[in-house]
């Protein structure tokens, strides 16, 4: 028998080999006898909407017939957006990103498409579609690669924040490319741009450019709260993420934390000052008054852990204290891992307290929790958590530091963070008398997979 080369081949030979009529077939697929009768006598091209109960109706998958449908409705006949929109959008929901690829290579000959193709990108994106958004908004910026367009820098902020990840490498790839393109942004999107790449920045401990992020964000955020048309405008359709007032605030909080690690603690006050003064917002709504308590809890909690990190030791009962009332695991890892660095810093026991967070400290617990907040941000935090913690028990002689530092150097290599591999391997070759042979046989091994890092 001859092979089946169209969609219609398909349809006539299930009639054929099931002894059926048209009629049957119409009220097996659901597809109007007269429709049908059209579109196998090549009077009407198949709409995705048939395409789907025609195939359902030959018992195949969803996407079986998704290639062909290509050469049929779109390479060998005249495209039309009508069926091209719904086409791209069930690619994207059987996970088809092959036939997305394959539509839109050939869509980009024509510019007109480009707005529409950018529309869909955009329902993509915000439906959580981002692998089949990606593809159509590096399309969208090649063929728009020569106009400095606002179109072109929101696809490159679109696919800076579908590229972010756990890999530090990579990260830093995408924030480079992007922030060449922040500019070109409405300054809506500046703002959370800005507040984005202070976030992939402050993971890579590039803390010159998380505070010129952070300085950009006051800047705009602060023009724009003064513009009344535009504080009317964001009730009315903004764009932003958060409220305008939010990102004021938060360029204090980054900066404070810009000076935490650079251990400027009197710049750090200052910055707490300022954000946890919220007098200056206009709004007077149940989100605006939760915002400012928000922003005044962490100046608490931060003017305790300035103190505590100046070397002030007995301000550490009652940063403990606070911590423990929050009742936030990821506020209490943090707090954990503070307490660490400042133990090893300054030489402190602190034996008491970590027993007392012990059910915060476990590997799992911490990677549930990176779908709810910054993933890059907090997978840093926890590999230089496990160091802080190798080094604080190595330090005293417990052995069971080298287990920690295994698991510290394991972890930065799965995020790909060579700052703390580095960390990590010096640890293990200063304490190698401490390791048994099982603990030797995992570091080599790990140390293999080091040398595949690119």
């Known amino acids: 028998?001859?092979?089946?080369?169209?969609?219609?081949?398909?349809?006539?030979?299930?009639?054929?080999?099931?002894?059926?009529?048209?009629?049957?077939?119409?009220?097996?697929?659901?597809?109007?006898?007269?429709?049908?009768?059209?579109?196998?006598?090549?009077?009407?091209?198949?709409?995705?909407?048939?395409?789907?109960?025609?195939?359902?109706?030959?018992?195949?998958?969803?996407?079986?017939?998704?290639?062909?449908?290509?050469?049929?409705?779109?390479?060998?006949?005249?495209?039309?957006?009508?069926?091209?929109?719904?086409?791209?959008?069930?690619?994207?929901?059987?996970?088809?990103?092959?036939?997305?690829?394959?539509?839109?290579?050939?869509?980009?000959?024509?510019?007109?498409?480009?707005?529409?193709?950018?529309?869909?990108?955009?329902?993509?994106?915000?439906?959580?579609?981002?692998?089949?958004?990606?593809?159509?908004?590096?399309?969208?910026?090649?063929?728009?690669?020569?106009?400095?367009?606002?179109?072109?820098?929101?696809?490159?902020?679109?696919?800076?924040?579908?590229?972010?990840?756990?890999?530090?490498?990579?990260?830093?790839?995408?924030?480079?490319?992007?922030?060449?393109?922040?500019?070109?942004?409405?300054?809506?999107?500046?703002?959370?741009?800005?507040?984005?790449?202070?976030?992939?920045?402050?993971?890579l401990h590039r803390w010159d450019k998380v505070d010129l992020m952070a300085q950009e964000m006051h800047r705009i955020g602060t023009l724009l709260y003064k513009q009344k048309s535009f504080l009317q405008q964001q009730e009315e359709n903004s764009i932003l993420e958060k409220p305008l007032y939010y990102y004021i605030l938060y360029s204090y909080l980054v900066r404070s934390t810009v000076c935490e690690h650079n251990r400027d603690y009197k710049g750090m006050k200052y910055y707490i000052n300022r954000y946890s003064n919220g007098d200056w917002i206009l709004e007077d709504t149940p989100e605006a008054r939760s915002t400012i308590t928000q922003f005044q809890e962490w100046a608490i909690a931060n003017s305790l852990l300035c103190q505590l990190m100046s070397g002030e030791y007995d301000?550490?009962?009652?940063?403990?204290?606070?911590?423990?009332?929050?009742?936030?695991?990821?506020?209490?890892?943090?707090?954990?891992?503070?307490?660490?660095?400042?133990?090893?810093?300054?030489?402190?026991n602190v034996d008491k307290y970590l027993d007392q967070f012990s059910l915060f400290v476990s590997y799992e617990k911490f990677k549930e929790m990176f779908g709810k907040y910054n993933e890059q941000i907090h997978a840093d935090e926890y590999a230089r958590y496990l160091s802080e913690m190798a080094v604080y028990h190595l330090s005293r002689g417990k052995t069971e530091g080298i287990k920690i530092l295994l698991q510290s150097l394991e972890f930065s290599i799965e995020i790909n963070n060579k700052r703390n591999i580095i960390k990590s391997v010096a640890l293990f070759e200063q304490y190698r008398d401490k390791a048994d042979e099982t603990d030797i046989i995992q570091y080599q091994e790990l140390i293999r997979e080091v040398r595949n890092i690119q």
């Open 1 to 203: 028998m001859a092979q089946k080369t169209t969609i219609r081949d398909h349809i006539e030979d299930y009639i054929e080999q099931n002894g059926m009529n048209i009629n049957r077939f119409a009220n097996i697929s659901g597809v109007n006898s007269g429709t049908l009768s059209r579109i196998l006598s090549q009077k009407q091209p198949i709409s995705m909407g048939q395409l789907e109960r025609i195939t359902s109706g030959l018992n195949l998958p969803t996407d079986h017939f998704y290639e062909m449908y290509i050469e049929e409705c779109f390479f060998n006949g005249t495209p039309t957006w009508r069926r091209l929109r719904p086409f791209l959008f069930r690619c994207a929901d059987t996970d088809r990103l092959d036939c997305i690829e394959r539509v839109i290579t050939t869509l980009l000959d024509n510019l007109a498409y480009t707005p529409m193709l950018f529309e869909t990108a955009e329902e993509l994106f915000h439906q959580g579609k981002k692998a089949a958004a990606a593809i159509l908004y590096k399309h969208v910026s090649t063929s728009e690669k020569y106009q400095h367009s606002e179109r072109l820098a929101i696809c490159q902020y679109k696919l800076f924040l579908i590229s972010i990840g756990n890999d530090q490498d990579a990260n830093l790839r995408a924030a480079t490319l992007f922030e060449g393109y922040v500019e070109r942004l409405d300054p809506s999107y500046q703002l959370d741009a800005y507040r984005h790449l202070a976030h992939v920045y402050g993971s």
């Open 315 to 348: 301000s550490l009962p009652e940063y403990v204290e606070y911590v423990s009332a929050q009742n936030d695991d990821v506020f209490t890892l943090r707090a954990i891992f503070y307490i660490l660095e400042a133990a090893n810093h300054h030489n402190w």
